[in-house]
């Protein structure tokens, strides 16, 4: 990368550095909606949220051991809970299912939800005032996995809380800390 390839990414706001990782990770999901189809929809809540636990703590163990033995690195990981999040909060609102989605749909889904993510952060960054730009990486995988042991938490009591936000908010706080992770090692920041 060049130096004005280097400046001109600093100079990026918080809202077009998500943007970024959005193409990002849009991306990635069209691909492997091409290669899979949209097989993830039997997979029940539970089930993806399980899948983002293996990726999470497979974060951890690559940021504690330093180093890796498969080809997958922590950024390939991150993107992978973003997108079984926002599969999760697909199936949160359809039910799984055996039949396939039209991949059209499954994309209008897709894209709803993360911008639902996007305005979250929005809202949040703007009372935290960008907090999470010191924090550690590291910080987010943990705050991921302790958001997971909520949502297990939550779908043990059969999606009941007193006075606790449901399964979705909990999966959009991990698609947030997720998009920061990436922010912060597709940014240098």
Known sequence: MTT???TQKSNMTTNEQYDSIIKICTDIYTKKMKD???AWRILRPTS???QIYIKAQRIRS????GMSK???DIRSEFIGIVNYCIMGIIQLELGPSDEALDHDKALELYTRY?????????KKNHDYDEAWRSMRVSSYTDLILMKINRTKQIEDNKGKTIISEGIDANYYDMINYSVFGLIKLEFGE
């Open 4 to 6: 004005i390839e280097q």
């Open 36 to 38: 899979y189809g949209t």
């Open 48 to 50: 993806l949220t399980d």
């Open 62 to 65: 690559i940021e504690e051991k």
């Open 70 to 72: 498969i080809e997958d």
């Open 114 to 122: 993360f911008q639902e993510a996007k305005s979250l952060m929005e």
